[in-house]
């Protein structure tokens, strides 16, 4: 797994990662991620994901978050946000572990 420890917070990582040119914000809606207007959907197989981030809350463990930075085979680049431990998104962690994680 490509665990990244870049940025200090999750605002800061979308921030830079928006800069690199991952400007889409996926959603996960009915085993798909999608485009913020709703129009276009992927299946875990068309995606790839570059780098994971993990986020701890600093003053309450229960923010914790995780930031995925992906990759479509069509070439459209976003992010994708979870919670992390209890919080998570049972269904959206179970779609993730099917997206091929890139090598470095």
Known sequence: MILKKNYETLSEAITKLKKKGYTSEFDFKKASL???????????????????????GMTNPDDSSILYVIESKNGEKGLLVDAYGMYADTDKTAFMRGVEILSE
């Open 34 to 56: 999608i485009d913020q207007e709703g129009k276009k959907n992927w299946k875990a197989d068309a995606l790839k994901i570059v780098e994971i981030h993990r986020f701890e």
